[in-house]
């Protein structure tokens, strides 16, 4: 759902940067809260990790493909506000490498596929894992729905967007339509992706996720006809290292973009389909990084196909990685030098 240059006009696309500044500014200081010293890296890995998923076009109906978006993977696994950063981070290394959404429509992408997939999917989560058993299953099943409900509302922000900065005169209602229709389907990849993914970590260290904090209820023991809150016991070790847990995401990152993205869906995703069925596309514009060595998800002089787009895809994660842990590893020590301070005024 990557919106080029041209769909939306100049002042809403001004006016979505701004919003989607505010957003990222309120999502600095909410992230000095979330993050510490074990999901600051993992924060970074997070961003790269969907950047790699998000190279997996999967086929849905109609020769159309769709993608993970990662709002709401990002939110569950790391909190909202560093689940907007995340986001900001993916797509402001593929406009900027991969000429992959415009750069003049950052901010309608930013807080499309970033603020609104983020806040519906973890607002909805919360909800859920709330009136839900406090267990694992609770946890993924919340994850499931969440994120599929998250794709499709990204889907009409972005519809609601157009209706008022689309460049072309066209029935909005059947955009509306066409857009949500299509992009519920992809929210079904969505959430299976997500639910996977979240399962995964939680199995093997749930102190890691964001959304997973305090999945047991304390023991309850009934003393003289009244339930009391029993001693706790001795948590178990966990099973993985934080360390181990980052190395498996950063090889899984790696082999997603280097390798399986090869395999990926050659279909135009929903956005893509849906604008050249309604004439949304009339005034695209070409991308200002278009001559970028890495535009397409390609590198520039390497022949062939299978290995300039693995190579890409492995640049890529890199780059996000590094870009992704050295912001989050500012802000984590903002909020340790934060802390000092306030400490040592004390």
């Given at each position: ?8 006009n100049?002042p ?13 500014a ?5 992230a ?5 010293e ?23 109906a ?23 950063l ?9 406009g ?52 599929l ?13 157009y ?8 029935p ?12 519920t389907?992809?929210g ?39 339930l ?29 973009a280097?390798f ?38 390609g ?30 590893w ?17």
């Amino acid at each position: 759902m990557h919106v080029p240059d041209g769909f939306i006009n100049a002042p809403i696309s001004a006016a979505a940067g701004v919003v989607a500044a505010g957003a990222v500014a309120v999502s600095l200081r909410g992230a000095r809260r979330e993050l510490d010293e074990r999901t600051a890296p993992l924060a970074g890995l997070v961003a790269a990790f969907i950047f790699a998923v998000q190279m997996l076009n999967f086929p849905v109906a109609a020769g159309t493909s769709g993608h993970l978006l990662g709002g709401a993977l990002a939110a569950i696994l790391v909190g909202p506000y560093t689940g907007v950063l995340c986001i900001a981070v993916v797509l402001l290394m593929q406009g900027i490498l991969f000429a992959d959404g415009g750069l003049t429509a950052l901010g309608v992408n930013i807080t499309v596929m970033g603020v609104v997939t983020v806040v519906v999917a973890y607002a909805l989560f919360r909800g859920l894992v709330l009136v839900l058993p406090r267990t694992r299953r609770s946890v993924t099943a919340s994850a499931f729905v969440a994120a599929l409900v998250s794709v499709p509302a990204a889907a009409a922000a972005f519809t609601l967007v157009y209706a008022i900065g689309g460049t072309t005169d066209v029935p909005i209602g059947k955009v509306l339509t066409a857009m949500v229709g299509v992009h519920t389907l992809i929210g079904i990849g969505e959430a299976v992706i997500t639910m996977l993914t979240v399962g995964a970590v939680v199995a093997v260290r749930p102190d890691l996720v964001h959304g997973a904090r305090g999945l047991t209820a304390p023991l309850k023991l009934r003393v003289n006809g009244e339930l009391v809150d029993a001693a706790p016991a001795a948590a178990p070790a966990p099973a993985g290292s934080p360390k181990k847990v980052w190395i498996g995401g950063v090889v899984a990152a790696l082999v997603l973009a280097g390798f399986v993205s090869f395999y990926a869906s050659a279909n135009p995703d929903g956005l893509e389909k849906v604008a050249a069925d309604k004439g949304i596309d009339k005034n695209v514009e070409e991308h200002a990084a278009a001559g970028s060595p890495l535009a397409d998800y390609g590198v520039e002089g390497v022949e062939t196909a299978r290995l300039s787009g693995g190579l890409a895809g492995v640049i890529g994660v890199g780059a996000t990685l590094a870009v992704g842990t050295g912001a989050f590893w500012v802000v984590r020590r903002r909020r340790t030098t934060s802390a000092s301070g306030t400490t040592e005024s004390v």
